[in-house]
């Protein structure tokens, strides 16, 4: 899958760096891509799949800041 169409919704930073590391994840909705949809690369995930925005609001998220950027696209 290659985005065509994207806007950077927002730059969180990670919420554990004494375990995980620092970090800064780069949050973008896409709206128009190429190819097929998103496919799991190798172990990374144990499964992909679609979900309205009322649906992925009340899912066990990584990051609290996601149930916030997600509300924002539902309206």
């Keep these: 899958m290659t985005p065509i169409e994207f806007v950077e919704l927002a730059t969180l930073s990670e919420q554990q760096p004494n375990i995980n590391g620092e970090a800064m994840y780069h ?17 990374e995930h144990s499964e992909i799949r679609w979900f309205h925005v009322s649906e992925a609001i009340r899912l066990n998220l990584a990051h609290p800041a996601y149930i916030g950027l997600l509300t924002r696209l539902e309206s």
Excluded: E, M, N, S
């Design 27 to 43: 949050i973008f909705l896409v709206t128009r891509w190429d190819g097929v949809g998103p496919a799991a690369q190798g172990h």
